[in-house]
Every structure is written in structure tokens, then in C-alpha cells.
């Protein structure tokens, strides 16, 4: 059974760190391409990061360039989010994605809530 279970998200301070992470199962992620999309309320669905399947190349959202960094660990199946310098506007909910060709495969979600 195929799954993505994201986990790290919470309450944080503006200017604060928090660390997502992506634990899979069911599939090795080292043939997929990995992100972290995010939903805010009222609004779409919008990709924060990628890493190439290798990782060798990373993109980000200019919303979060310079503060977050994404990275992979095909070894142990899973894939982080490291956010630093935290702004209510970054205030989601955060998804795990892994995509290869036409399939793709999304995990459930977690809070992230940057508030003073």
C-alpha cells in the first residue's frame, strides 16, 4: 500500500523553524521526483519545493527562497522540509508529493500555523 505521512507541522512564532518531514512507504522514492505543496485557506494548492530524483537539483517558490530548504533521503525513504525565518503567510496546510511520469501520489497534510 502506497503512502506519504507527513509530520512537523504545529503552532510557531514569526521568525521561528520548523522541520517537516515525508516518510513513504509502498515505493521507493528514489525514482520519483519529490515536493511539498501548500494549501492555505481560501486559496489553491501551490508548489513550495522540488528535489530531482537524485537530488542533485532543487526549485523553490520566490515566496520561500532563501528560508526553506528541501531536501531527501532515498535511503531511508523519506524526504524534509526545513523552514527557517517563519511568516504568518506561510500559515498552511502542507502536503508531500511524489511524482513520476503520470503518477503521482499526495500524503494527507500538516498544520503548519505561524502566529504571534
Known amino acids: 500500500q502506497v503512502q506519504l505521512v507527513e509530520s512537523g507541522g504545529g503552532p510557531v512564532q514569526p521568525g521561528g523553524s520548523l522541520r517537516l518531514s515525508c516518510a513513504a512507504s509502498?515505493?521507493?522514492?528514489?525514482?520519483?521526483?519529490m515536493s511539498w505543496y501548500r494549501q492555505a485557506p481560501g486559496k489553491e494548492r501551490e508548489l513550495v519545493a522540488t528535489t530531482t530524483r537524485a537530488g542533485g537539483s532543487t526549485n523553490y517558490a520566490n515566496s520561500v527562497k532563501g528560508r526553506f530548504t528541501i531536501s531527501r533521503d532515498n535511503a531511508k525513504n523519506m524526504v524534509s522540509l526545513q523552514m527557517d525565518s517563519l511568516k504568518p503567510e506561510d500559515t498552511a496546510v502542507y502536503y508531500c508529493?511524489?511524482?513520476?511520469?503520470?503518477?503521482?501520489?499526495w500524503g494527507q497534510g500538516t498544520q503548519v500555523t505561524v502566529s504571534s
Open positions: 508529493n511524489a511524482a513520476r511520469f503520470d503518477v503521482g501520489y
Open positions: 509502498g515505493f521507493t522514492i528514489n525514482r520519483y521526483a
